[in-house]
């Protein structure tokens, strides 16, 4: 029987209760902030700023379904930053964490054939010995996503996306949270 110790790996994913109303919103792209701000070196997806407030009422119903599954009275959720993402054809993500916030939520507007995969990266692959890399050779986890999927976890795990291979645009939704537990 395999023990596993530590549970600080883990996501939460489930249709969003407002996918269609989600979507819908988020295909307008009003309400945008105009944030010059660039981060990660290697990504090459166009992002879009938005405003906290207006859209924070549509991830309320989500954000209520998983205080539900991990089973905790009272937390309030604070918005840091609220972006979509749009990939093109060759377009990635590189491998990176949200290590400034608590959780990291993402919403997957579409989906489609040859569309740039979500994925999670075991962070402590790299210190295996050889052996135990033939044992555990799975370093890379990737979560079967259909459009209108909701997908919250912690903010220090890995995660990335793959190169995009198709001529429809790939859009998500990424938010950061930070949580502040109350009795």
């Known amino acids: ?25 988020l295909e307008k792209k009003e309400h945008v902030v105009d944030k010059n701000e660039t981060w990660g070196m290697h990504h090459n997806s166009s992002k879009t ?7 924070y009422p549509y991830l309320s119903p989500s954000l209520q379904i998983l205080t539900d599954q991990l089973q905790l009275k009272k937390v309030d959720y604070q918005m840091t930053d609220i972006w979509l993402n749009e990939y093109q054809r060759g377009d990635n993500q590189e491998l990176h964490d949200h290590c400034y916030d608590d959780l ?65 645009i790939r859009k998500t939704l990424s938010v950061n949270f930070n949580m502040e537990m109350r009795d």
């Open 49 to 55: 700023y938005l405003e906290h407030d207006h859209y």
């Open 1 to 25: 029987m395999m023990v596993s110790m530590f549970p600080n790996y883990f996501f939460f994913q489930f249709q969003a209760p407002n996918a269609e109303e989600l979507i819908e919103v």
């Open 104 to 168: 990291v939520c993402v919403f997957f507007l579409n989906t489609g054939e040859d569309f740039s995969k979500f994925f999670f990266y075991d962070a402590h692959s790299s210190s295996l010995t050889k052996a135990w890399k033939s044992i555990l050779p799975n370093n890379t986890f990737m979560p079967d996503i259909k459009a209108g999927d909701i997908m919250f976890f912690p903010s220090h795990m890995l995660h990335g996306v793959s190169p995009h291979k198709s001529d429809v």
